[in-house]
């Protein structure tokens, strides 16, 4: 299996100074390299990080072919799919200029999609780092996986071909949820096909306040809205399982408040105002009385 002839990666970057370093790095390391990587700088500002992309661009001991694309700021979708439209290989990953990736992703990921004709993109689990350390494990799944949340991460390997019959990234997404849009949409575009995952933290995902995921979550409702009426034939045909996904993800966190709450009563601590807010008065018709009544219940 000649993997490194069929793939060719996609980095973006935007201000983001020697990190991109890593990145780049990250894939010269690969077990099996990519045919080629192209870098689209969307509009960078920054000396440091415009001097470190012509360092990068001029350096002759990298192992990989690389192209760095420039143009005017954009937003990530449309530099995902600059970089996409100049590739040539049927399968293509990726990258965020801030992350890296373990060694083995390109291996292991472009092994699963390689062999499975339905599978549309496969990615892994991640392992953040910076302000929060953790292995975060997405689980992939068919389109009804996806109507209630995004199931894959940003960094990912797909088929090109079904990138060019869905439309490719929606370029007027650029406050986020730009990933899960274009999943819904090779799901929705190409019948009876799923993505995949790799049971293992392949992906270095870097966590700060003030990234474009976490103020992502500040217009979570305006961007569902956007989703839910782009894809509005998917989610008619879905309708119970786009329901039933989002009360399944709220029953598990109210359970998971629940027991820190319990927890932390039967320790003789107090629990937060706004914990105490709730207990005086529940909420209703969305399990919140039932799981006040089990909270007090253990004082009886």
């Given at each position: 299996?000649?993997l490194n002839n069929?793939?060719?990666?996609?980095?973006?970057?935007f201000?983001?100074?020697?990190?991109?370093?890593?990145?780049?790095?990250?894939?010269?390391?690969?077990t099996i390299?990519p045919?080629?990587?192209?870098?689209v700088d969307?509009?960078?500002?920054?000396?440091?990080?415009?001097?470190?992309?012509?360092?990068?661009?001029?350096?002759?001991?990298?192992?990989?072919?690389?192209?760095?694309?420039?143009?005017k700021?954009?937003g990530?979708?449309?530099?995902?799919?600059?970089g996409i439209?100049?590739?040539?290989?049927?399968?293509?990953?990726?990258?965020?200029?801030?992350?890296?990736?373990?060694?083995?992703?390109?291996?292991e990921?472009?092994?699963?999609?390689?062999?499975?004709?339905?599978?549309?993109a496969?990615?892994?689990?991640?392992?953040?780092?910076?302000?929060l350390?953790?292995?975060?494990?997405p689980?992939?799944?068919?389109?009804?996986?996806?109507l209630?949340?995004?199931?894959c991460p940003a960094?990912h390997?797909?088929r090109?071909?079904?990138?060019?019959?869905?439309?490719?990234?929606d370029?007027t997404?650029r406050?986020?949820?730009e990933d899960?849009?274009f999943f819904l949409s090779?799901?929705?575009?190409?019948?009876?096909?799923?993505?995949?995952?790799?049971?293992k933290p392949?992906?270095?995902?870097r966590?700060?306040?003030?990234s474009s995921?976490?103020?992502?979550?500040?217009?979570?409702?305006?961007?569902?809205?956007?989703?839910?009426?782009?894809h509005?034939?998917?989610?008619?045909?879905?309708?119970?399982?786009a329901?039933?996904g989002?009360?399944?993800i709220?029953?598990?966190?109210?359970?998971g408040?629940?027991?820190?709450?319990i927890?932390?009563?039967?320790?003789?601590?107090?629990?937060s105002n706004?914990?105490?807010?709730?207990m005086?008065?529940?909420?209703?018709?969305?399990?919140?009385?039932?799981?006040a009544?089990r909270?007090?219940s253990?004082?009886?």
């Amino acid at each position: 299996m000649q993997l490194n002839n069929d793939i060719e990666v996609v980095i973006t970057s935007f201000n983001q100074k020697s990190m991109i370093y890593e990145a780049v790095h990250s894939l010269c390391c690969q077990t099996i390299r990519p045919k080629r990587m192209i870098i689209v700088d969307d509009g960078s500002t920054d000396e440091m990080s415009i001097d470190i992309l012509h360092e990068i661009e001029t350096d002759r001991k990298l192992s990989i072919p690389l192209r760095i694309i420039r143009q005017k700021n954009s937003g990530v979708s449309a530099a995902r799919n600059t970089g996409i439209r100049q590739t040539e290989s049927p399968l293509v990953v990726v990258l965020d200029g801030d992350d890296s990736l373990e060694p083995s992703f390109i291996e292991e990921v472009g092994k699963i999609l390689h062999g499975n004709p339905s599978m549309v993109a496969a990615s892994s689990w991640l392992q953040t780092f910076g302000v929060l350390e953790a292995v975060v494990r997405p689980e992939g799944g068919n389109v009804s996986s996806f109507l209630a949340r995004n199931c894959c991460p940003a960094t990912h390997m797909f088929r090109r071909e079904a990138w060019k019959q869905c439309g490719g990234y929606d370029e007027t997404m650029r406050s986020g949820f730009e990933d899960w849009d274009f999943f819904l949409s090779m799901l929705e575009t190409v019948n009876d096909t799923y993505i995949g995952i790799v049971e293992k933290p392949l992906i270095n995902y870097r966590t700060t306040p003030a990234s474009s995921n976490i103020k992502s979550m500040e217009k979570r409702l305006q961007l569902m809205r956007y989703i839910l009426e782009k894809h509005r034939d998917i989610y008619k045909e879905h309708v119970a399982d786009a329901i039933l996904g989002i009360e399944a993800i709220s029953m598990s966190r109210l359970y998971g408040w629940e027991s820190e709450i319990i927890h932390t009563k039967l320790h003789g601590q107090s629990v937060s105002n706004i914990s105490k807010e709730f207990m005086e008065s529940p909420s209703y018709g969305d399990g919140g009385m039932a799981a006040a009544v089990r909270i007090e219940s253990i004082n009886k």
